[in-house]
């Protein structure tokens, strides 16, 4: 089984009655490894969101395909196992969350793969463990903060061990310390687990960390690499985006011909370069 | 001339039940009128529940809350609140309704009593100040708009009904730079051009630093600092804030200086901070030689 998502020639339509339909992704063609962390940024009405979408089958391509370890999301016979290899998180938890209590909630998705009582335990443990609402377990979800309850979501998502994450601006509602711990566990289950992420965010500062960058532009791949690349790109600016801080000062730093090491997106990198 | 004051206030949540909880804790301030008065805090902290206060949506368990010098508690004066006090909730792009942009600005106004040309005019107004074309707009159907654009029709939706004082909960939480830059913009302008009073909740500290006049600092329901904003970021130093979305610039500052390295933290822009870590490094560079 080949380890990655693919789209080919994906384009996606948007169609409204009385008008002419909309396109909202373009022709993408892209390829996503089974171990890649990938931070996915654009203006809203990029494309981001009907992209995220189209990875997990939650819609379909109008044209070209969509493969997920070699099943094509078309396939309706497949429909299952993609949506459990691909697990999806939301911009708010709260049109997600439907249990009473946060464990049940977290053992909603196990129970319905027809495990054993003992592995949905097991998972539910494993999954309030990583997104540290161990202590909050027998809490009623809307007595939450948002931030506990955007890790809450992911926590749902996790116990189906899937082989890909996909966040659509999950951090939006949360604080510091919030979208601190979500980063962290995401980097952790990328590194230690092999999960894929794949993150939408507004907010540069926190793809800036990712491996690779996928910017969108009107319904198309603008630009694609490693952070530092495309952060310096004339085209990221066309794109509308604005590069974090860190990497402005990095820029700023190199322009006033300082022997800097041009990669430096992130404050911890930065902090390191200055520091050591 | 304070409009809003609150004199220890405090607020419980499901009051004598296992869930009880103290949203706020003994809360006294006072916001003048034409004031950008910005309120900063983590999750939890208990700004939207504060704000929540300043039209009457909830009232005290214990103190009192005043807005231009009547009780919100007084069910009489509720009316007039809520024409004068305009609030817009978290994430109000959920609350869209209507079929088109123009009838979901429309709804309100029709219910002030409002007809015709003068609503048209409002409509077409409020749209401009947010950033969005009337002409392209006005027909399509709210949730046919994309997510940065269906919050500036929210906001549209209020300033149509020319509130005196704006309420703003978190307002540019989850929107692109471009449709968060047009918000924060109108909001400048309104207060500006109409000497409308502004009070904006956010954790995105780095909305308020050069936007509001004023600033507050919660914590777990009690109010630390408030007044300029010098003295509010001198105060907030003295506590944890590691759970506010401080700019990544400042961040470094704060991170350089407890390294030992001789910069300076008293700084507010990008700039500043590259000038203050090309110092440091040029003075590196001058003893290596």
């Known amino acids: ?141 809307q007595m939450l903060s948002g931030g506990q309850k955007q890790r809450l979501a992911v926590a749902a998502v996790l116990v ?54 996928i910017v969108l532009h009107q319904g198309t791949v603008y630009l694609d690499g490693p952070p530092a690349e495309v952060f310096r790109s004339p085209r990221f600016a066309l794109a509308g985006l604005k590069p974090p801080p860190i990497a402005r000062l990095t820029n700023s730093l190199l322009r006033q011909g300082h022997p800097i090491d041009d990669r430096i997106v992130t404050l911890e990198q930065m902090v390191e370069f200055l520091c050591r | 001339m304070p409009v809003i004051e609150t004199k220890e206030l405090t607020h419980i949540y499901l ?7 103290k949203a706020l804790n003994q809360v006294s301030l006072s916001i003048n009128k034409g004031e950008l008065f910005g309120i900063i805090g983590a999750n939890g902290s208990g700004k939207s529940t504060l704000i929540q206060h300043f039209n009457g949506l909830l009232t005290p368990s214990c103190g009192t809350v005043r807005v231009y010098g009547k009780d919100t508690a007084n069910r009489s004066c509720r009316n007039e609140l809520w024409k004068k006090v305009g609030l817009m909730f978290q994430f109000p792009e959920q609350q869209l309704f209507a079929s088109t942009v123009f009838d979901e600005l429309a709804f309100g106004l029709k219910n002030m009593g409002l007809e015709g040309w003068e609503i048209e005019n409002r409509v077409e107004e409020a749209l401009l100040q947010v950033g969005l074309n009337p002409k392209e707009v006005i027909k399509v159907p709210p949730l046919g708009l994309s997510g940065g654009a269906r919050r500036q029709v929210a906001l549209a939706c209020i300033l149509a009904m020319r509130p005196t004082i704006l309420v703003l909960d978190e307002p540019t939480a989850g929107v692109d730079p471009s449709a968060s830059e047009h918000i924060l913009k109108a909001i400048k302008k309104m207060q500006r051009e109409q000497q409308a009073t502004v009070v904006m909740v956010s954790h995105y500290v780095n909305d308020l630093i050069f936007l509001a006049d004023k600033l507050a600092f919660l914590k777990e329901g009690r109010l630390l600092s408030y007044g300029d904003k010098k003295t509010v970021f001198r105060d907030m130093a003295q506590w944890d804030v590691n759970d506010l979305i401080l700019p990544e610039h400042l961040k470094l500052m704060h991170r350089l200086a407890a390294y030992g390295l001789p910069v300076n933290t008293e700084i507010l822009t990008l700039e500043e901070a590259a000038a203050e870590i090309s110092r440091v490094m040029e003075e590196w560079a001058r003893c290596e030689r």
Not at chain 1, 132 to 138: I, K, Q
Not at chain 1, 161 to 188: H, N
């Open chain 1, 1 to 141: 089984m080949d380890g990655r998502i693919e789209l080919i020639d994906a384009t996606k339509e948007y169609k409204h009655a009385g008008s002419p339909p909309v396109s909202a992704l373009n022709c993408v063609n892209l390829s996503i490894r089974q171990d890649e962390f990938v931070g996915m940024v654009g203006l809203n009405a990029s494309g981001k969101t009907t992209l995220a979408r189209l990875l997990n089958g939650l819609i379909l391509p109008s044209r070209g395909k969509v493969l997920v370890n070699g099943l094509d999301t078309a396939d309706l016979a497949q429909k299952k196992e993609i949506r459990r290899l691909v697990g999806m998180v939301f911009q708010n938890p709260d049109n997600q969350i439907i249990n009473p209590i946060v464990e049940e909630e977290v053992a909603f998705a196990a129970e319905n793969l027809n495990l054993s009582p003992a592995e949905v335990r097991r998972r539910v443990d494993w999954a309030l463990e990583v997104s540290g609402l161990a202590d909050l377990r027998h809490h009623a979800p």
């Open chain 1, 160 to 213: 189906m061990q899937p082989s890909y994450l996909v966040l659509d601006e999950p951090t939006s509602m949360l604080d510091e310390d919030g979208r601190y711990e979500l980063i962290k566990t995401l980097q952790d289950l990328n590194r230690h687990q092999r999960l894929s992420i794949i993150m939408i965010s507004h907010r540069m500062e926190e793809v800036a960390p990712a491996e690779r960058i």
């Open chain 2, 15 to 21: 009051a004598g039940t296992p869930y009880e909880k």
